[in-house]
T-cell receptor, first 113, second 109 residues
Framework: NAGVTQTPKFQVLKTGQSMTLQCAQDMNHEYMSWYRQDPGMGLRLIHYSVGAGITDQGEVPNGYNVSRSTTEDFPLRLLSAAPSQTSVYFC????????????FGPGTRLLVL | KNEVEQSPQNLTAQEGEFITINCSYSVGISALHWLQQHPGGGIVSLFMLSSGKKKHGRLIATINIQEKHSSLHITASHPRDSAVYICAVLSYNTDKLIFGTGTRLQVFP
């Protein structure tokens, strides 16, 4: 199993550009989520999904869209990048939120100029 | 005030020392997770607790639900234990994880 994969590893954007952060898992997990990690703060939930076709907002959803057309993939879209979205983004998955092991991707470091 | 507080923020130790990292929370929880973030950035689950104590190798995690407090202990610490240790609680009301800001541990030989 590849586990949770994220692409790209690093990206530089200009303000106003759009892009999609990719996340995929091959463990048949129903629960997938996106977090952002900023200095001095804990990981914060952006969006999550409890299964294909079902998504919901987390703590900091503004400026981001998600979709879940398959169990495997959960892309995160930045519609119009802003410097405040400079962060490290982690995708995570598990069978459900109560599962002991939460699997995290390696992260995407995003810099918005 | 953050819903999940960790202490200390930074910790240095000599190889072989016993390490304790603390986590206090202010919300009702279904479970508490301890995670390890490597210097390269990757995050790994260590434990999930809802009561009592768990042990994996040199790592021991305890939780006191009444006091809303958990501790992560590392016995016979080693330089490879150097990492950021993150506490996260699963909120009983929202079914979402709330993360602490982490404790940065450096173990010197």
């Amino acid at each position: 199993n590849a586990g949770v994969t994220q692409t790209p590893k690093f990206q530089v954007l200009k303000t106003g550009q759009s892009m999609t952060l990719q996340c995929a898992q091959d463990m048949n997990h129903e629960y997938m989520s996106w977090y952002r990690q900023d200095p001095g703060m804990g990981l914060r939930l952006i969006h999550y999904s409890v299964g294909a076709g079902i998504t919901d907002q987390g703590e900091v959803p503004n400026g981001y869209n998600v979709s879940r057309s398959t169990t495997e993939d959960f892309p995160l879209r930045l519609l119009s990048a802003a410097p405040s979205q400079t962060s490290v983004y982690f995708c995570a998955s598990s069978f459900d939120i109560l599962q002991e092991t939460q699997y995290f991707g390696p992260g995407t470091r995003l810099l918005v100029l | 005030k953050n819903e999940v507080e960790q202490s200390p923020q930074n910790l240095t130790a000599q190889e072989g020392e016993f390490i304790t990292i603390n986590c206090s929370y202010s919300v009702g929880i279904s479970a508490l997770h301890w995670l390890q973030q490597h210097p390269g950035g990757g995050i790994v689950s260590l434990f999930m607790l809802s009561s009592g104590k768990k042990k994996h190798g040199r790592l021991i995690a305890t939780i006191n639900i009444q006091e809303k407090h958990s501790s992560l202990h590392i016995t016979a610490s080693h330089p490879r234990d150097s990492a950021v240790y993150i506490c996260a609680v699963l909120s009983y009301n929202t079914d979402k994880l709330i993360f602490g800001t982490g404790t940065r541990l450096q173990v010197f030989p």
